[in-house]
């Protein structure tokens, strides 16, 4: 018994420290999630994609360059990173501007959900 718990401890702590996310303080609560995007866009974003470029899609909706990141997750949502991808081909695509897409990048009509239209929308600020 005592081996398997060792084996069992040891996996768990493992898979936990290979989690990308961050601990931090959430008020006086300790939380290791991700924190959430905020919502730059209740709309998708209409975008010309050209097949074999590499995109960074902006997840956690504090990029001034929406819907393609900047940076900003560095210092105001650490724990979240872009998603990168390459479309095949040239496409026009519709990007997901609320960052709660089910099929990210692209849209897939969550921001026509209630908790996204009664939802306020970031506002962007200078650092």
């Not at 290979?18 to 995007?37: F, V, Y």
């Not at 099929?103 to 929308?121: E, M, R, W």
Request: aromatic share 8%; proline share 9%.
């Amino acid at each position: 018994m005592n081996t398997l718990v060792t084996k069992l401890d040891h996996k768990w702590i493992s898979l936990t420290l290979r989690q990308p996310w961050k601990t931090a303080m959430a008020g006086s609560k300790l939380s290791t999630l991700p924190p959430e995007p905020v919502i730059p866009s209740k709309k998708p974003f209409k975008v010309e994609l050209v097949g074999g470029k590499r995109y960074s899609w902006c997840t956690c909706g504090h990029s001034k360059n929406q819907p393609f990141c900047n940076g900003a997750h560095k210092t105001k949502a650490q724990g979240l990173s872009p998603l990168r991808f390459v479309p095949e081909k040239d496409a026009t695509i519709w990007l997901c501007g609320c960052k709660h897409s089910n099929n990210p990048p692209y849209c897939d009509g969550t921001h026509k959900q209630d908790f996204i239209v009664s939802a306020t929308l970031h506002e962007q600020t200078d650092p």
